[in-house]
């Protein structure tokens, strides 16, 4: 992207995989965003640790407890972000967390549908209207015309799986479809965002990553991580 760059990021579930790659992806550019919000479920737990070590080092790294499923924890982390970003708006949220199990239409229960729905879909509905009002404030508070990630924005990790025209050239090797069903609710999710976010000023849209080398992706993945965030950025 010519020109990028954002004083302010968020980026769900990011841990590991995906999430932890665009963390280091942030800290290794050159204008470095000067916050960087990097949220996990647990930042004590074990899978956190490499995350630990990156805010160590780096003081623009600020590690906030969010889990995507649960309100009261969406909003206590949005309240922190707001004091630690002292009235000037959170440029670029990019909603990455989501969970992949196992499922086929043999397989695939009630159970199954609803909770990767509510991790995939409802969290980052949740998370969006929570840090709302910063992203608004971001994009108030800039004098660049029209919309980008530089001014504010909502990136919501998707999949070419949530693809239904292109669901014939993947089916039958990787049938998930409880993900497949949450990501193209996410797809609807996200058009709807960029429809109702626009007249103030916020770009939203949904990034497929590429197949990636991760916990999630490991249906033969073709693509690593640091790969897919250079083609993307």
């Given at each position: 992207m010519a020109g990028f760059h954002v004083r302010s990021v968020l980026v769900t579930g990011s841990n590991r995989g995906i999430g932890l790659e665009l963390i280091k992806h942030f800290i290794g550019k050159p204008n470095a965003p000067e916050v960087i919000f990097a949220t996990c479920r647990d930042p004590e737990g074990a899978r956190a640790q490499e995350l630990k070590k990156l805010a160590s080092k780096h003081p623009n790294v600020m590690i906030l407890q969010l889990e995507a499923t649960d309100s009261a924890s969406i909003k206590s982390a949005a309240k922190k972000a707001e004091a630690h970003l002292g009235g000037t708006g959170l440029n670029l949220l990019i909603n990455n967390a989501g969970v992949m199990p196992p499922s086929t239409l043999e397989s695939a229960t009630p159970e199954d549908m609803l909770s990767v729905y509510n991790t995939n879909v409802v969290?980052?509905?949740?998370?969006?209207?929570?840090?709302?009002?910063?992203?608004?404030?971001?994009?108030?508070?800039?004098?660049?015309?029209?919309?980008?990630?530089?001014?504010?924005?909502?990136?919501?990790?998707?999949?070419?799986?949530?693809?239904?025209?292109?669901?014939?050239?993947?089916f039958s090797f990787v049938p998930v479809v409880s993900y497949r069903c949450s990501k193209a609710a996410l797809n609807m999710l996200t058009k709807c965002q960029s429809m109702g976010y626009k007249q103030d000023g916020i770009l939203c849209t949904a990034l497929h990553p590429g197949w990636v080398k991760t916990e999630l992706g490991n249906f033969q993945p073709n693509v690593q991580v640091v790969m897919a965030l250079s083609r993307e950025s």
């Open positions: 969290g980052p509905l949740l998370v969006t209207q929570a840090f709302l009002p910063l992203l608004k404030k971001a994009a108030q508070g800039s004098n660049q015309k029209g919309m980008s990630c530089s001014k504010a924005a909502i990136v919501n990790i998707s999949t070419v799986l949530g693809s239904i025209e292109k669901t014939p050239e993947t």
